[in-house]
């Protein structure tokens, strides 16, 4: 098993660069990503896990995105969840030198599967994830109230979690690897069936049962429409984890 993990990151890894290294028309960004992730427990099977998420551009320093987003999970079979959720979205243009500051909103349901397996040194997750995007109706570049369908996106992502430092028979340091593929389905969808790909290391700290903090870089690689140019973004990322126990509190 533990070859196969190995080989199916080295593969994801190995992918991206090819893809990355074999494109000319790339544009390279950097960003900054900071977000608040508030995680409503409310038994053994429910939860709500919510994210609030600024993400903005460093050179120039200008916001690039923000984002609301929402999961009801329910806990299906050992190691394996189902979860359904919606996201609000505000895109602005990823030019971040533009004068046109319209922020488009999108409208982002979702639905997926997540499994977690945990082994002796370290623990593997897979996220099967698909998603519908309605982004808001632009006229005379103006936003009206009217939203259209633009495309399904199958999302996957596989993580592993290698804890550094434990006490108190708690994992106190956490080091995430994570890669995740997504792929655009639509009849819009022409020249950009793979639409991105995300490699992201990080290190995740607890700081007591309900508070977690983390600290990564995330390289995010993106085809655009017209199938010729991509995105090479690198963002830093900061994450506040803020668990709500419900069950506990109602147990006392």
Not at 109 to 125: D, R, T
Not at 165 to 176: A, G, R, T
Request: proline content about 3%; charged content about 20%; overall charge positive.
């Amino acid at each position: 098993m533990k070859n196969r993990i190995e080989k199916a990151v080295l593969v994801f890894l190995l992918l991206s660069q090819i893809a990355i290294f074999g494109q000319k028309n790339i544009i390279h960004q950097k960003l900054f990503w900071i977000g608040y992730y508030p995680a409503f427990v409310f038994n053994e099977n429910w939860s709500l896990k919510s994210e609030i998420q600024e993400r903005v551009f460093l050179e120039p320093f200008q916001q690039h995105q923000l984002l609301f987003r929402s999961d009801l999970e329910r806990k299906l079979l050992e190691n394996w969840i189902g979860f359904v959720g919606f996201t609000f979205f505000l895109q602005s243009p990823n030019n971040p030198c533009t004068k046109n500051m319209l922020m488009v909103p999108e409208l982002r349901p979702n639905i997926g599967i997540q499994n977690s397996q945990k082994y002796a040194f370290f623990s593997v997750s897979h996220r099967y994830k698909l998603e519908a995007r309605f982004f808001a109706l632009i006229k005379e570049n103006e936003l009206t109230d009217n939203y259209v369908f633009s495309n399904l996106r199958m999302r996957y992502q596989l993580g592993i979690d290698f804890p550094l430092y434990k006490k108190e028979q708690s994992d106190k340091i956490i080091l995430k690897v994570k890669d995740e593929v997504l792929f655009n389905i639509g009849n819009k969808i022409v020249k950009n069936t793979f639409d991105q790909n995300r490699i992201y290391l990080g290190l995740h700290t607890i700081v007591n049962s309900n508070v977690a903090v983390e600290l990564g870089y995330l390289n995010w690689f993106q085809q655009q429409a017209n199938g010729i140019d991509f995105y090479n973004r690198d963002i830093l990322r900061l994450s506040f984890f803020h668990k709500i126990d419900f069950k506990n509190s109602t147990n006392e």
